[in-house]
């Protein structure tokens, strides 16, 4: 079984996409894992900065018992779009290649020196899509 993904919200409700994602049933309903170990490990500790930086921005400590999951959602997507915005690697408000974009920021700056701060306006700014129905 391959590791679940980082940011399966953004790919299952914002329309994210990446090379390596692949699409799985749970019983708790669906779900994205990765299918590559030197990918995820990117995609793992991009996620841990955003988590540092934009869930304070929100007012709310990292817990997953009192945290809203709508927090977490605009801390990965808004993280993701304004790091792509960066790199004008965005289409249409979203992301193609999570993966791709991660690369590109590793190649330019290295993951572990992005300003993740710089990126917390667009969290905070990111509008959650709503529900059909």
Do not use: W
Not at 21 to 48: I, K, M
Not at 87 to 97: E, H, I, N, P, S
């Amino acid at each position: 079984m391959e590791p679940k993904c980082p940011f399966s919200d953004a790919v299952l409700g914002a329309g994210f996409g990446c090379r390596h994602a692949l699409a799985v049933t749970e019983r708790t309903g669906p779900a994205v894992h990765c299918g590559d170990s030197a990918a995820l490990q990117r995609c793992c500790g991009f996620e841990q900065s955003l988590r540092r930086q934009g869930i304070p921005a929100f007012g709310v400590e990292d817990d997953l018992g009192t945290m809203p999951q709508s927090v977490l959602v605009k801390v990965h997507c808004g993280g993701l779009l304004g790091l792509a915005d960066r790199y004008a690697l965005t289409q249409q408000g979203r992301v193609a290649d999570i993966d791709a974009l991660l690369l590109r920021a590793e190649d330019a700056l290295g993951l572990e020196n992005l300003p993740i701060d710089s990126l917390v306006p667009a969290m905070t700014a990111y509008k959650l899509r709503r529900r059909r129905g």
